[in-house]
T-cell receptor
Framework: IAGITQAPTSQILAAGRRMTLRCTQDMRHNAMYWYRQDLGLGLRLIHYSNTAGTTGKGEVPDGYSVSRANTDDFPLTLASAVPSQTSVYFC???????????FGPGTRLTVL | GQNIDQPTEMTATEGAIVQINCTYQTSGFNGLFWYQQHAGEAPTFLSYNVLDGLEEKGRFSSFLSRSKGYSYLLLKELQMKDSASYLCAVADSNYQLIWGAGTKLIIKP
């Protein structure tokens, strides 16, 4: 692979279920990010990681958790999904926190 | 609070020039980014400004005035493939990106 991948592409989920969105990059970037994008709003940062082994909270972290066990992978977990988490989720990575970010293709999540 | 403002939608004609404005108020400033996002796709990087002035890259140019909290993206010789949303984002004091809602650009023949 070249770049950044996300899985699944789309998912319909019942409220209350647990869900993990996967993100993998092969560019050896230090920093990774999870955003959600909702109609009429800008991208909003959920969680980020400046380097493997560290994570931080973004603007809208409630209901989400992340881990960064290695450089390549940055999964996002919804512990108990709610309808307000219906959104398009983008994972991104950058060489460092102040460089341009490269985005994955996104995961469209619907919580019913 | 932190705020990024840009027009919701603009329309332009193929072959013409269009300017998309962005104003910002953020806690700190470590650069301004422009991204392009086609419908249903991921954002892709267009430009980065950290100093005042104009940065030119082919048909696209981006301008920054830090004292005015203002930037614009200039697209020349518009092509139909330029129909997309254009996202303005500012890196704040923690280098986190604060994003505008995006400007949807419609190109007409």
């Amino acid at each position: 692979i070249a770049g950044i991948t996300q899985a699944p592409t789309s998912q319909i989920l019942a409220a209350g279920r647990r869900m993990t969105l996967r993100c993998t990059q092969d560019m050896r970037h230090n920093a990774m990010y999870w955003y959600r994008q909702d109609l009429g709003l800008g991208l909003r940062l959920i969680h980020y990681s400046n380097t493997a082994g560290t994570t931080g909270k973004g603007e809208v972290p409630d209901g989400y958790s992340v881990s960064r066990a290695n450089t390549d992978d940055f999964p996002l977990t919804l512990a108990s999904a709610v309808p307000s988490q219906t959104s398009v989720y983008f994972c991104a990575s950058s060489d460092d926190s102040y460089n341009e970010q490269f985005f994955g293709p996104g995961t469209r999540l619907t919580v019913l | 609070g932190q705020n990024i403002d840009q027009p919701t939608e603009m329309t332009a004609t193929e072959g013409a020039i269009v300017q998309i404005n962005c104003t910002y108020q953020t806690s700190g400033f470590n650069g301004l980014f422009w991204y392009q996002q086609h419908a249903g796709e991921a954002p892709t990087f267009l430009s980065y400004n950290v100093l005042d002035g104009l940065e030119e890259k082919g048909r696209f140019s981006s301008f920054l005035s830090r004292s005015k909290g203002y930037s614009y993206l200039l697209l020349k010789e518009l092509q139909m493939k330029d129909s997309a949303s254009y996202l303005c984002a500012v890196a704040d004091s923690n280098y986190q990106l604060i994003w505008g809602a995006g400007t949807k650009l419609i190109i007409k023949p």
